[in-house]
C-alpha cells in the first residue's frame, strides 16, 4: 500500500471503515513522523501522544464492534494553539499561557472529535494569532517544508507546516487577516477562510470585530471540502449564522460549476506596495487557465481602498486586547503585542464603533461593487514566501506591522467583508516554491468557490508534491 500519509484524508477513512488500516496504524505513523520532523518545520507546540493512541484503540475498537462511524472516523489531525482544547496546554503562542490548560473545548474541537477525527496535539500559532509569521517565544519558528529558511506564514502557520509536511492529512486553522490563506500560500496548500458565521467560534471567543473564522487547511480540495462539513454549523448563542448549504461541502467539489463570470484585480487595496514577479506571473496564469476553461474573465477595480486600514487597523489593535493578561505577565509578551495592545488601549468606544461601522459600509460597497461576478481573482500574497525573521522587527514593531501589511495586501479585504475565500496552490517557482492566488466567493457561497477549486485542482494537479524531507 502507499505510505499511510500519501492517502488522502478521504482514503485514510475509506480504508480504517473497511478495516483495511486500524486507527492505532494511522496514529503511529504520524507519531512517528511527528517525532521526526515536527520540530524541524515547527509545526507543533505541544504534541499528546498518549491521548491520540488511547483515541485510536477506541477507535479501533469501534470499527471492530461494527455499526455506524462518523465520517472521519480515526482521521489524524491536529488543533490551532488559539482553539481551547480541554485538558491539553493551550499557550495561544504566549509565555503569559505557557502553562495554560483549559478545562473546556472550544465548539469547533468538539465537532471535529465528533466527526471521528484523532487530535495529536496542538500547533503552532504566533503569540494570540496577530503576526502573518509563526515565531512564538513557546516554540520553534515555522517553516515551509519546501524551503526551511523560509516561513510557513502565519496566524496557522503550524497548521500549514504540519498538513505539508505529511504530519497530519489536514488541520483546522483560523482566518482574522489571512491567517488560513497565508500558510496555505507558502506551503503549497488548499486553505479555505470561510464566510462569516459558518464556523462557530464559541463557547469562550467573542465575535466582536467579526474577523476572524475557522477554516481548513489540506492537500487536496475535497479533503478540505470534508473537513470544514465536520466543522460547520452555527451553535445557539452564535451572534452570527451564515445559512446553511445547500448540499454538504464535499459534495460540490464533485460537480461542475459551469461557465463563470470572473473578476480579476492585482492592485493591492492597501495602497503602493510591491508585487513580485512570480506572484504577478501566478495570477496571470491562473487568470490564462480560468479562460481555457470556458470562464469569463475580466479586471475589476479592487474593492475598499487604503482609506479601510485605519479603521481594519484599529479594529485589529482592540483584538489584541481581547485575551486577558494579568498587569505582572505584560512584559513577557513580544514587542508587537505589546505595541497593538497599547494602540488598542488608545481606541475609545466611540472611536471603535466607528471603524466598525467605516468598514461594514465599506463591506456593503465591496460587495454590492462584484455582485455580478461569480468569484473574484487576486494574488494570495504580494512576494514570495518570507525568510524566517524576515518580516518580525522586535526593535521596531511598528516596522513589523507595516512589513506585514505589505506582504498580505490582498487577505484581510475578505475578513471585513465576511466572504468565503481560497488559496488555490495553482503556480511553483522554478526554485520549486509554491505561490498561492486566492479565489473569493458571494457571501455564504463556499460550494461555488470549491466547485472551482476543484475544477482547476484537475486541470492543474498540485497533490501529487512532495517536499523532500522524507
Known sequence: MTQIHRLTARAQAAAIRAGELSPVEVVEHYLDRVDRLGAVVGAFVTVTPDAARAAAAAAAEAVRAGGDLPPLHGVPTAIKDLNLTAGVRTTFGSLAYADFVPD?????????????TIS????????????CYTEPDVAPPARTPWDLDRSAGGSSG????AVAAGLVPFAQGSDGGGSVRIPASACGLFGLKVSRGRVSNGPMRGDVTGLGWNGPLARDVRDAAALLD?????????PHWAPPPAEPFLRAADREPGRLRIGRY??????????????LAAYEATSGLLAELGHDVEDVPPPYGPAALPAFRALWTVSALLTPVPPEAEGRLRPLTRLLREQGR???????????????????AAV??????????TPTLAQLPAPVGGLRDDADPQADFDAQVAFTPFTAVYNMTGQPAVSVPLYWTAAGLPVGVQLVGHPADEATLIALAAQLEAARPWAHRWPALG
Do not use: H, I, W
Not at 104 to 116: C, E, K, Y
Not at 231 to 237: K, L
Not at 266 to 279: A, F, S
Open 104 to 116: 473546556v473545548d472550544d465548539f469547533v474541537v468538539a465537532r471535529l472529535r465528533a466527526a471521528g
Open 120 to 131: 495529536l496535539g496542538k500547533t503552532n500559532t504566533p503569540e494570540f494569532g496577530l503576526p
Open 158 to 161: 503550524g497548521a500549514g507546516a
Open 230 to 238: 465536520a466543522m460547520a454549523g452555527p451553535m445557539p448563542g452564535d
Open 266 to 279: 492585482r492592485t493591492p487595496p492597501v495602497g503602493d506596495v510591491p508585487l513580485d514577479p512570480e506572484c
Open 346 to 364: 488608545r481606541v475609545s468606544g466611540a472611536e471603535f464603533a466607528m471603524a466598525l461601522g467605516t468598514l461594514q459600509a465599506g463591506a456593503r
Open 368 to 377: 454590492t461593487a462584484t455582485a455580478a461576478y461569480d468569484a473574484v481573482l
